[in-house]
C-alpha cells in the first residue's frame, strides 16, 4: 500500500543577526498552547528556573509561520505586559517549506510568510526597521471624541 504521509521540514533561520548565544528562541506553531509558551518565557526573562531550572535571559525571540503568526504576536503582547520595560524588534519575512508526500514521495516547496520578534531587556538599535520601544505604563491613551458636530 501507498503511504501518504506528510513529512515537513523548513529553513528556521531568524532574520535577526548577531543574536547573543543565551537567547532564549520560541518557536510557536498553529497547535501551539500560549499558556505553555508564556509560562516558559515568563518564567526564563523574570530570572525564574522554572521546570527546566534555566538559566535567566535578557532576550527572547519569538518565530512562527503561515497560521502561527496570529498566535506569536499574541504571545508576544501578553509577554510584554508581564514584564515590563521590554524593546522589540520585528521582522516579516518569507520562508521556504520543504513537503514530502509518501515515499519514495512527491516533494513540493512552498513559500509561506513568518515572523520572528525579538524583545530584549537591553536597548536596541532605535533606528532599525521593525523596533518599537518599551510600553509606557501610566500614559493615557488619548480619546476620541464623541461630540457631535456642528450643523452649518
Same mark, same amino acid.
Given at each position: 500500500? /501507498?503511504?501518504?504521509?506528510?513529512?515537513?521540514?523548513?529553513?528556521?533561520?531568524?532574520?535577526?543577526?548577531?543574536?547573543?548565544?543565551?537567547?532564549?528562541?520560541?518557536?510557536?506553531?498553529?497547535?501551539?498552547?500560549?499558556?505553555?509558551?508564556?509560562?516558559?518565557?515568563?518564567?526564563?526573562?523574570?530570572?525564574?528556573?522554572?521546570?527546566?531550572?534555566?538559566?535567566?535571559?535578557?532576550?527572547?525571540?519569538?518565530?512562527?509561520?503561515?497560521?502561527?503568526?496570529?498566535?506569536?504576536?499574541?504571545?508576544?503582547?501578553?509577554?510584554?505586559?508581564?514584564?515590563?520595560?521590554?524593546?522589540?524588534?520585528?521582522?516579516?519575512?518569507?520562508?521556504?517549506?520543504?513537503?514530502?508526500?509518501?515515499?519514495?514521495?512527491?516533494?513540493?516547496?512552498?513559500?509561506?510568510?513568518?515572523?520572528?520578534?525579538?524583545?530584549?531587556?537591553?536597548?536596541?538599535?532605535? +533606528? /532599525?526597521?521593525?523596533? +518599537?520601544?518599551?510600553?509606557?505604563?501610566?500614559?493615557?491613551?488619548?480619546?476620541?471624541?464623541? /461630540?457631535?458636530?456642528?450643523?452649518?
Amino acid at each position: 500500500s /501507498e503511504d501518504y504521509r506528510k513529512t515537513r521540514s523548513e529553513d528556521s533561520a531568524c532574520p535577526i543577526p548577531g543574536l547573543p548565544a543565551n537567547t532564549l528562541h520560541m518557536r510557536v506553531k498553529e497547535g501551539s498552547k500560549i499558556r505553555n509558551l508564556l509560562r516558559l518565557a515568563t518564567a526564563r526573562m523574570q530570572g525564574e528556573g522554572g521546570d527546566g531550572g534555566g538559566t535567566p535571559v535578557r532576550q527572547v525571540v519569538f518565530t512562527g509561520s503561515g497560521r502561527g503568526i496570529t498566535k506569536t504576536v499574541t504571545c508576544v503582547e501578553i509577554l510584554k505586559r508581564k514584564v515590563a520595560g521590554l524593546h522589540q524588534l520585528s521582522k516579516l519575512y518569507y520562508k521556504t517549506v520543504t513537503e514530502t508526500w509518501g515515499s519514495p514521495g512527491l516533494t513540493v516547496d512552498r513559500t509561506v510568510p513568518a515572523i520572528c520578534i525579538l524583545l530584549s531587556k537591553d536597548p536596541l538599535d532605535p +533606528q /532599525e526597521p521593525g523596533y +518599537q520601544p518599551p510600553r509606557t505604563d501610566g500614559v493615557s491613551v488619548p480619546k476620541m471624541s464623541c /461630540e457631535p458636530l456642528n450643523q452649518i
